[in-house]
């Protein structure tokens, strides 16, 4: 489905700023459907004055939709809809008195100009599906009184109100709850949902006739609501804002929208939705997350303990290979503790792979097995790894560097390990190369003795990888190639 700005460009000549404020009034006009119970259709003007594109379209969640298929994206002939060309030729809302009729359903137009500035910049459409039509109650009075004033609004340039928009995730929308003030503040009609609200934060009697920024200021004690200016901004209906707001029994969001209708403040319409719940869950999901890295963070200093620990043993065994054994048992532990404390510093399940692996690095390779320096070489970027994978390829990424530290390089020199990482669509590929001796001829990774490569071998066969050994192409040193699938951190 073609975009708004897309169709604006191919078929329009408005301008940027037009379709900046064309843009404003999409993201409110869901408000004015469901106030109509009808379909909006947004009617941009061609560019050789031949008719109309469609350029956005939005059905109501209040009542029966009066269009069976998407429109947007397609023409209408200039004169086919009369009430179009009426709308912006005189910049005024037209409606017809007879009803279309539209797949056996009667449909009532409506075409509301929109105007920026001193221009006309498109129409839009409000059809009303008939057969949804009963006799209206209170609520549905108030509702189309509402949409009607916001129409005019619309064709006197008066909305949207331009300027940053809402930060809330969770904007209210008509049926969470619905109040209209008049131009003094007093609430003139509250819907039943409203006053569901309402009840929660602790009202007793009703809301018709009381002023809505007084009662609010009685139910929600001074420390939970906002500065008295957005009170009186957005309670009283002043300004077009948001808050939130709310005490021990309940959390809500109140948006106002100023009236205007003939260019002079009449009232408000404001907004309200319980996020009692949401608010709730988010705090669980904050103690949760804090409880997490709480966690991770004692595993942390355990494991360094249980490495101290070991440290402590090795010194004392006069056994050489005894005391090998401990230190590479020490060195296994640090790695695990390194991915825990990455863990204990983030605020969700993956770990900056490329911050583990540049610690364990520095770890492993200070200097060689015989004292010889090594120089390490990272290209590329391992990037977020969920932390049920880190851990085993922390294992594997240590015991790899560490292999080639004691193995590759002859007693007199040093050497250089190279570490290339990318990422794509299969997954992990880590490559890991030495300058070193290479591998024996007769080397096999299935039937090695080493306690070091096996682990690897394990390691990367429970992730769902495969890892091979060989020679460098250019047939020196070593270069190992792991390819891991599924590592990335799952969105929450």
Not at 143 to 160: C, D, K, N, R, V
Not at 355 to 377: M, Q
Not at 442 to 469: K, N, P, W
């Amino acid at each position: 489905m073609p975009s708004l700005q897309a169709l604006a460009r191919a078929h329009t000549d408005l301008s940027t700023e037009d379709v900046g404020w064309l843009s404003m009034l999409l993201a409110d006009w869901q408000i004015i459907a469901d106030l109509s119970f009808a379909d909006l259709v947004l009617w941009l003007p061609a560019r050789d004055a031949s008719g109309y594109w469609a350029g956005a379209q939005m059905r109501p969640t209040t009542g029966p939709t009066a269009f069976v298929d998407d429109i947007v994206g397609s023409f209408l002939q200039a004169g086919k809809r009369p009430l179009l060309d009426t709308a912006l030729r005189e910049g005024r809302i037209a409606r017809e008195g007879d009803p279309e009729w539209r797949d056996d359903v009667p449909v009532r137009v409506e075409a509301i100009p929109v105007r920026r500035g001193d221009r006309l910049i498109a129409v839009v459409a409000r059809n009303t599906n008939l057969q949804g039509v009963r006799t209206p109650s209170r609520l549905e009075l108030s509702y189309l009184q509402t949409a009607s004033e916001l129409s005019q609004m619309i064709a006197a340039g008066s909305f949207p109100f331009p300027g940053p928009r809402s930060d809330h995730a969770d904007t209210p929308r008509v049926g969470d709850g619905f109040i209209r003030v008049d131009a003094a503040g007093q609430v003139t009609y509250a819907s039943p949902n409203a006053l569901s609200v309402y009840r929660k934060l602790g009202l007793t009697g009703d809301l018709s006739g009381k002023s809505l920024a007084a009662i609010t200021r009685e139910l929600v004690p001074a420390g939970l609501r906002p500065d008295e200016e957005t009170i009186s901004a957005v309670l009283g209906g002043r300004m077009p804002r948001d808050t939130e707001l709310g005490n021990s029994q309940a959390t809500v969001i109140l948006r106002s929208i100023p009236l205007r209708p003939s260019g002079e403040h009449t009232g408000s319409l404001v907004l309200l939705r319980d996020v009692t719940e949401l608010r709730r869950r988010d705090r669980e999901l904050v103690t949760k997350d804090a409880t997490i890295r709480e966690i991770h963070h004692r595993v942390k200093n355990n494991l360094q303990t249980v490495a101290a620990l070991l440290r402590l043993q090795a010194r004392r065994i006069g056994i050489p290979e005894g005391r090998v054994a401990l230190e590479e048992a020490v060195r296994r532990v640090g790695a695990i503790a390194v991915v825990h404390e990455t863990l204990s510093q983030a605020f969700d399940e993956t770990v900056d792979f490329d911050d583990v692996t540049d610690r364990l690095t520095h770890l492993v390779t200070d200097v060689g097995s015989h004292g010889a320096p090594i120089r390490t070489r990272r290209t590329g970027s391992f990037g977020a790894i969920s932390s049920d994978a880190a851990t085993p390829l922390a294992m594997v990424f240590t015991e790899l560097i560490q292999n080639a530290v004691e193995h590759a390089f002859d007693e007199d020199r040093g050497g250089v390990i190279s570490i290339q990482c990318s990422r794509d669509e299969r997954g992990l590929r880590l490559i890991i190369e030495d300058d070193g001796v290479g591998l024996p001829e007769d080397f096999s990774l299935e039937h090695t003795a080493s306690l070091g490569l096996s682990i690897v071998s394990t390691l990367v066969g429970e992730l769902g990888g495969r890892i091979s050994l060989g020679r460098r192409d250019d047939g020196t040193g070593t270069k190992v190639v792991v390819q891991v699938p599924n590592v990335a951190g799952q969105p929450r």
